[in-house]
């Protein structure tokens, strides 16, 4: 009775491992179908966990590329700003010591201006200073290089209106440099200039130069107009005339000075 209780026990044990291999077996084998079928997928959705990875790497390299270029954009900017800074400035440098060496500051009591407005089809200008600054009507307007421009003929606050010695409207007394030959410079319109009232006993040619004389009082003495291009005479006429090339160009015109006082 006690030999059969061991024996069943023994099957009883037996049959568990049995039971136990079998399903661990069957376990591995299941396991590894399921990995057999399911590795194509993984490795799919590997790759595009992977591929995702580097997409988001990628765009975050661009938007740090991106970031990059828009400091040194700027960056680039303000170098260039600062550049072009220091280039008015030299080139205001530059002006001012031309006019000093002109002696125009020992000459004239000056104010320097910039102009602000000019056009190709009229004979004047606007400068950016006006009344707070001391400008009255009739002030001269000169270049640095001592040439003769206009007069102011209308003040505002914070601009003036200079009427170009071009202007119909303009005439002065002025002769010819280093003769004693005098006339009236007179304006054209479209920036044309004549020197009128010439004797015709009086000689003179392509090439000279007329400046501004001290009658009249309009503009002080000695100041270039411009160059005789063309003498036109007539028998029957009492005076000659010439016609004159300016010696400014309004395209060029940025920097003027104001005779406050001559």
Do not use: H
């Not at 059969?4 to 591995?28: D, E, H, P, W, Y």
């Not at 102011?152 to 002025?174: H, N, P, Q, R």
């Not at 007329?210 to 270039?224: A, N, R």
């Amino acid at each position: 009775m006690k030999f059969s209780t061991v024996r069943n026990k023994i099957l009883i044990c037996l049959a568990i491992l049995l039971l136990t291999s079998f399903l661990i077996f069957f376990q591995k084998e299941v396991r590894n179908i399921f990995y057999f079928i399911s590795a194509p997928i993984q490795k799919v959705f590997w790759k595009a966990g992977d591929n995702a990875s580097n997409f988001f790497k990628t765009i975050s390299t661009f938007k740090n590329i991106k970031k990059q270029n828009e400091e040194l954009l700027l960056k680039n900017q303000e170098l260039l700003s600062e550049n072009s800074q220091l280039k008015e400035l030299k080139k205001e440098n530059e002006t001012l010591r031309e006019a000093l060496n002109l002696s125009l500051q020992k000459d004239f009591q000056l104010e320097k201006a910039e102009v602000i407005s000019r056009n190709p089809f009229q004979d004047y200008i606007l400068i950016n200073k006006g009344e707070k600054s001391g400008i009255s009507r009739g002030m001269p307007i000169l270049t640095s290089g001592k040439v003769i421009l206009g007069k102011i003929t209308e003040v505002y606050d914070k601009f003036s209106k200079v009427t170009l010695i071009s202007d119909k409207s303009s005439s002065f007394d002025a002769k010819v440099s280093e003769k004693d030959v005098f006339g009236v410079v007179k304006g054209e319109g479209n920036f044309s200039l004549i020197l009128d009232l010439v004797s015709q006993n009086e000689e003179i040619k392509e090439g000279d130069l007329v400046i501004t004389s001290s009658l009249g009082g309009i503009f002080p003495e000695g100041l270039l107009v411009g160059q005789i291009k063309e003498v036109k005479k007539s028998d029957i006429q009492p005076y000659q005339k010439a016609v004159l090339n300016s010696s400014f160009n309004i395209a060029n015109l940025e920097t003027v000075f104001i005779v406050t006082n001559f």
